[in-house]
């Protein structure tokens, strides 16, 4: 687990459109595209084992993105990831 001392630069709101485009081309990528279908089959259209099967699949796939950048490997690195991002609509830059 990163420490809090290791805070990801903030980026600028085109760095986050970059961060965004990539995560967009990760899911599309076919063995990407392999993991959400099969996690979704084991949903089965069911919203609790949505969150259990395809949930942490969507985590990993951004995970991979993301670390490219700073932020940590883990779920609080994607929410960091998605709260910076969020935060800087109209704003200069994005950071944790």
């Known amino acids: 687990m990163a420490s809090a001392s290791t805070q990801p630069a903030a980026l600028s709101a085109e760095q ?15 063995e990407n595209a392999v ?21 942490p699949v969507a985590t990993q796939i951004q995970q991979e993105v993301i670390k490219a950048y700073g932020f940590s490997c883990d779920g609080e690195g994607v929410r960091r990831g ?15």
């Open 16 to 30: 986050a459109k970059v961060v965004l485009a990539e995560v967009i081309q990760a899911f599309s990528a076919p």
């Open 35 to 55: 993991r959400m279908d099969e996690a979704r089959d084991n949903a089965c259209n069911d919203m609790g084992k949505m969150l259990q099967f395809v949930l």
């Open 82 to 96: 998605k709260a910076g991002v969020g935060s800087g609509e109209g704003a200069g830059s994005v950071g944790p």
